[in-house]
């Protein structure tokens, strides 16, 4: 099958949302899909396999077949965090979603919520990433916290040793972890499964936008925009590299 490119777009005078299916190789588009309206700002969309999730306006998450290109529009209680990405759990059944009171999460197939995991001593998610099977959030108030995503029940919650910026990351497997980067300028790595403390390495200052994971390990940005990869099996610093224009 020939591999598709999904692009987003919003109409200037509409303010439709609208994603397109494009060819990889030379940007064809195969299929368009309206979404209806958005709202000014809106979380990212997020691609798991054959099926798009898609903020738009009025608290609503479109999950969208991208091979039929039908829409199931799944009602939020609350606002979304506007830097959140929805997240599907491993076996594809549920829908979870950081929202300004917590996590919700819906089932995907018929779109009805499951599921209210408040955050209490918050008043937004911070941050949130999901490894398939475990929900890890962040609290206002500098407390990490993982849900078992299927039943949000919760495993565990660590207190970490300042208030948590950004975005955080994790990764499933034996050797799964969940990363944070917090205002007092660390980045604190913590075993997925006990919160076990693995690293905790100094980056010489906050870095807002949190942590992200890649393949060669974390990245994170710090305020004066010194972009740093740290090692994801010890935190130590592989290289660092000075933004242009920062």
């Not at 999950?63 to 997240?87: A, M």
């Not at 955080?168 to 980045?187: D, P």
């Not at 790595?189 to 905790?200: I, P, R």
Request: net charge neutral; with cysteine; charged share 20%.
């Amino acid at each position: 099958a020939e591999q598709l490119v999904l692009i987003g777009n919003r109409g200037e005078t509409s303010g439709e949302l609208e994603i397109s299916l494009c060819s990889r190789h030379d940007l064809k588009v195969a299929r368009r899909i309206r979404l209806g309206n958005a709202a000014a700002k809106v979380p990212p969309a997020a691609v798991y396999e054959d099926r798009a999730l898609v903020p738009a306006a009025g608290n609503v998450i479109c999950s969208t077949n991208l091979l039929s290109g039908e829409i199931l529009r799944i009602k939020l209680e609350h606002p979304p965090v506007g830097t959140r990405q929805p997240f599907t759990t491993k076996d594809g059944s549920r829908l979870g979603v950081a929202t300004k009171s917590g996590v919700e999460i819906f089932k995907l197939d018929d779109g009805k919520q499951v599921h209210m995991v408040s955050l209490p001593a918050a008043n937004s998610a911070t941050g949130s990433d999901c490894d398939g099977e475990t929900l890890f959030s962040a609290r206002d108030d500098g407390v990490l916290c993982a849900i078992t995503a299927a039943t949000a029940l919760s495993k565990w919650q660590m207190k970490l040793s300042a208030s948590i910026l950004g975005a955080i990351a994790c990764r499933s497997g034996g050797k799964g972890f969940v990363a944070a980067a917090t205002a007092n300028g660390r980045v604190t790595a913590l075993a997925s499964n006990d919160h076990a403390e693995l690293w905790s390495q100094d980056v010489g200052g906050p870095c807002p936008l949190g942590v992200i994971d890649s393949k060669s390990g974390l990245l994170c940005v710090r305020q004066d925009g010194m972009l740093q990869l740290l090692k994801s099996e010890d935190g130590k610093i592989a290289w660092s590299a000075q933004l242009p224009g920062a």
